[in-house]
């Protein structure tokens, strides 16, 4: 019968409930890969990772500069390093240096293909899907200790006082010697011993200047949502949960990073008057929803809480960041801080600068991740380009369209990922049924209401069918 669809059997997952099948399961769901092709890796083996004389010759050599790494304690793919030296003015030379991804990985070739289309690395409960072969985002162009490597730095001329006098955007061979776990670099922080103490505690210092001046000039937002890390067993089963937090250690690096992208976004975008910017790539981040916000302002009134929600953006965050300071600790705390991320719009990548509204930037972008971010890459690229004398603009149409891609790739990993956590957290919530346990309501629809447990921070529905006493 022509009628009849006829499929075929693509690939078996494996059985239902086993801890890779359903991994493989989710990542199928959205169309994610899960294994990597090998012509790929094939290509990827080809890669020299000798550097040259030639291609030192190019570059700044800051190989005898101190130069280390702070990342998490299960990171194989180091994409950040600083270093930090003391000028004869008494100013700091503080250098923010990037694996030089695009060095090793040439446009149209299949390295780079596979990377557009993947466009992201997903971080999944027990595993990494990388957009590059392993080959090259743990080997070559992670910055491991004690290993010469080629980098693309920002380096900056700072004060004591954390301001900024200059900055060069360069290529450059750098030389980590030491990897720090944060948990190692906080110890150094709260005990001021350790490796590299000096070093770690004047950045610490620099960094948590720049952290006030964000807030309280700046009208950033200050989010502060710890994560989830499950801890898992051999067999991917879920033994423990607990919720990462934000220490000085994150907020070290995050603050260069941060300073780094929107450099780099200033260098290519804020041009003389009467001067138009060459195509480039931001990371915007628009203004609230005005529904959703006059929303969260209604609901937060009911607690006796004022926010904001017309005139200028910076006005408004900062009356967000005074709600989200006051209700710290509080029983609504948890409510209010969702409801206020929820009335926020996405941050997404494009060639148009709007800005962006929760950093309170006027220029940023993405430089600082190309391991595992195509976004960055296409700003290295971008950077070389426009640096050559004469160069002219690339195709802003051409741009838009890789922007709405790596967008979209984006939103998909961020949806995989939460789909794995969600996974974990059934299977964890599924050991213990019977258990009684406290929890808040984070969230209330006409079919019942969503429970938060305060220990584990898992999230369920308590179905209206299910409330027999209220």
């Known amino acids: 019968d022509a009628n009849t669809p006829i499929g075929e059997v693509e690939d078996v997952l494996g059985n239902a409930g086993e801890h890779n099948a359903e991994i493989h399961a989710i990542l199928a769901e959205f169309g994610l890969p899960y294994k990597y092709p090998e012509n790929v890796e094939r290509a990827a083996k080809r890669i020299s990772d000798s550097i040259t004389p030639e291609e030192?010759?190019?570059?700044?050599?800051?190989?005898?500069?101190?130069?280390?790494?702070?990342?998490?304690?299960?990171?194989?793919?180091?994409?950040?390093?600083?270093?930090?030296?003391?000028?004869?003015?008494?100013?700091?030379?503080?250098?923010?240096?990037?694996?030089?991804?695009?060095?090793?990985?040439?446009?149209?070739?299949?390295?780079?293909?596979?990377?557009?289309?993947?466009?992201?690395?997903?971080?999944?409960?027990?595993?990494?899907?990388?957009?590059?072969?392993?080959?090259?985002?743990?080997?070559?162009?992670?910055?491991?200790?004690?290993?010469?490597?080629?980098?693309?730095?920002?380096?900056?001329?700072?004060?004591?006082?954390?301001?900024?006098?200059?900055?060069?955007?360069?290529?450059?061979?750098?030389?980590?010697?030491?990897?720090?776990?944060?948990?190692?670099?906080?110890?150094?922080?709260?005990?001021?011993?350790?490796?590299?103490?000096?070093?770690?505690?004047?950045?610490?210092?620099?960094?948590?200047?720049?952290?006030?001046?964000?807030?309280?000039?700046?009208?950033?937002?200050?989010?502060?949502?710890?994560?989830?890390?499950?801890?898992?067993?051999?067999?991917?089963?879920?033994?423990?949960?607990?919720?990462?937090?934000?220490?000085?250690?994150?907020?070290?690096?995050?603050?260069?990073?941060?300073?780094?992208?929107?450099?780099?976004?200033e260098h290519i975008g804020k041009v003389a008057k009467g001067k138009t910017a060459k195509a480039f790539v931001y990371r915007i981040h628009d203004v609230p929803n005005s529904d959703k916000l006059s929303n969260f302002a209604d609901i937060a009134a009911h607690f006796g809480y004022k926010v904001k929600v017309t005139g200028d953006p910076r006005e408004i965050n900062k009356s967000i960041n005074r709600l989200l300071d006051q209700v710290a600790g509080k029983p609504e705390e948890q409510l209010l801080s969702i409801l206020a991320i929820r009335s926020m719009a996405k941050a997404v990548y494009s060639s148009t600068n709007v800005g962006h509204y929760g950093l309170a930037f006027d220029y940023y972008t993405h430089f600082t991740s190309p391991i595992r971010r195509y976004p960055d890459m296409m700003v290295h690229r971008l950077l070389d380009r426009y640096a050559k004398k004469g160069s002219r603009s690339v195709d802003v149409a051409d741009l838009e369209d890789d922007c709405k891609h790596v967008s979209a790739q984006e939103q998909l990993a961020t949806q995989a990922e939460r789909a794995s956590i969600k996974y974990k957290e059934v299977e964890y919530m599924g050991d213990r049924l019977g258990g009684v346990y406290e929890g808040h309501i984070s969230g209330v629809t006409e079919w019942g209401i969503y429970v938060e447990i305060d220990e584990t921070h898992c999230e369920g529905l308590v179905g209206i069918r299910s409330l027999d006493d209220d």
């Open 56 to 265: 030192v010759e190019r570059r700044r050599d800051l190989r005898g500069v101190t130069t280390f790494t702070i990342d998490p304690r299960d990171a194989k793919d180091f994409d950040d390093a600083l270093s930090i030296e003391k000028l004869p003015n008494g100013n700091w030379e503080v250098g923010v240096h990037i694996a030089d991804v695009t060095h090793y990985v040439k446009p149209d070739t299949v390295i780079d293909r596979e990377a557009y289309s993947r466009a992201t690395s997903v971080y999944l409960v027990d595993r990494t899907i990388p957009m590059l072969p392993e080959r090259l985002c743990n080997n070559i162009c992670s910055l491991r200790p004690n290993e010469d490597k080629l980098t693309h730095s920002v380096m900056f001329e700072i004060t004591p006082d954390a301001a900024v006098k200059n900055y060069e955007i360069c290529h450059t061979v750098t030389r980590s010697v030491r990897r720090f776990a944060y948990e190692e670099a906080q110890e150094v922080i709260e005990t001021g011993k350790g490796d590299l103490a000096e070093e770690i505690l004047v950045l610490n210092d620099m960094a948590q200047k720049l952290r006030r001046r964000r807030f309280e000039d700046g009208g950033s937002v200050a989010f502060n949502r710890s994560e989830k890390k499950f801890e898992i067993d051999e067999q991917g089963h879920p033994v423990a949960v607990h919720e990462h937090e934000q220490k000085e250690a994150n907020q070290l690096i995050e603050e260069f990073m941060l300073l780094a992208n929107m450099k780099v976004a």
